[in-house]
């Protein structure tokens, strides 16, 4: 595979992990769908620019995104968590409502969502 389309692979896996459609990414890009879809297919490169601007707008980590090092996501919460805040998308109401649920739980509650959270993650692992 080329590195276009190991780019592409890896901006079509980091739209799906936020939850937000084609045509909701290349909006926020500004950009067509077509453009977009074009680089997750490897057939149209990723600029500089637009991987920049990818990773300040979606807290994307930008050595993953161009060489697949490190992790998906900029370990930097706080700035995630007001831009998440600033928002008021279907997808992003949902998680501010698990949130708020989250911040009402017990401790036991807790233990039980982290259970869930672990099979989850052995779930994504495993395929």
Aim: glycine share 4%.
């Amino acid at each position: 595979m080329t590195q276009e389309e190991l780019r592409g692979e890896r901006l079509r896996e980091f739209r799906i992990a936020l939850g937000i459609s084609l045509k909701e990414f290349s909006s926020r890009m500004g950009v067509t769908s077509a453009a977009i879809a074009a680089v997750e297919y490897g057939t149209n490169s990723l600029t500089e620019k637009n991987m920049r601007y990818i990773c300040k707008e979606f807290n994307c980590n930008y050595e993953w995104l161009k060489n697949g090092n490190g992790e998906m996501f900029k370990d930097d919460w706080v700035e995630q968590f007001r831009k998440l805040m600033e928002n008021d998308d279907k997808n992003t109401l949902v998680i501010k409502n698990i949130i708020k649920t989250l911040l009402h739980c017990n401790t036991a509650e807790i233990q039980a969502i982290n259970t869930i959270f672990k099979l989850y993650n052995r779930t994504k692992e495993a395929k």
